[in-house]
């Protein structure tokens, strides 16, 4: 794992990550909230189904029996034109209690850097494509980031053959199953956490210890190795 064993602990632990019932349901009932639904998706099932074979292609998609949550997909527009995928986590996301506080960094941090006269200072800069969607989410929170069902022979048509707990389908029987998330949402409460803990965590392992980091609100470490 790239993350803590104390951050693992949090991720496998549906006790320390999930709201005890009453209080979800106390919290769903006070927000009363619809979900988004994209005109373009919800109005054809063609189009529905061929999204579904977009995200099984990418490996981000499985199949459930019994959904704990719904999640609705919907897209918004790139500096560079192109379509983000984003979700709809409004309602799952109370099912959660709040994820820990997170220090970043900022560009203030750059400005508390001192820079000896006549030195210079390099900075480059990374992206990782597709962050959220190329890290795998634990067997037990894939239940709730379940999208609207399709029938058996549909999921038949677009692959599916078992469960996310590897359970063959019984495809003589009628009835539907729920297609859903197997990597991160992004719109999931606790993403982003479970994104930079695992930034973090590759930082531990490069040999950037946290003394060597430059964190909002944190001394800025010195240039001199």
Not at 109 to 114: A, E, G, P, R, T
């Amino acid at each position: 794992s790239d993350v803590s064993p104390v951050v693992q602990h949090i991720i496998d632990s549906p006790d320390l990550m999930l709201e005890p019932g009453d209080v979800a349901e106390e919290k769903i009932r006070d927000a009363g909230i619809w979900l988004f639904r994209d005109r373009i998706i919800a109005g054809s099932k063609k189009v529905y189904l061929g999204f579904l074979s977009s995200l099984w292609t990418a490996s981000m998609l499985t199949w459930v029996r019994r959904p704990l949550g719904l999640i609705i997909p919907f897209f918004v527009e790139k500096k560079d034109g192109k379509i983000r995928l984003v979700w709809d986590c409004r309602i799952v996301n109370l099912l959660f209690r709040w994820a820990p506080h997170i220090d970043l960094g900022s560009l203030e941090c750059l400005c508390n850097v001192d820079l000896s006269s006549g030195h210079s200072m390099w900075i480059s800069q990374a992206d990782v494509k597709n962050c959220f969607y190329q890290i795998r989410v634990p067997e037990w929170l894939i239940q709730y980031f379940c999208l609207d069902p399709v029938c058996m022979s549909e999921a038949r048509e677009l692959g599916g053959e078992h469960d996310y707990k590897g359970l063959s389908f019984d495809f003589g029987r009628l009835g539907e199953i729920s297609p859903a998330l197997c990597v991160l949402p992004m719109g999931w409460s606790w993403a982003f956490w479970i994104v930079q803990k695992l930034h973090e965590g590759i930082c531990d392992q490069a040999g950037f210890d946290i003394d060597r980091r430059l964190v909002a609100g944190w001394v800025a470490p010195s240039l001199s190795l």
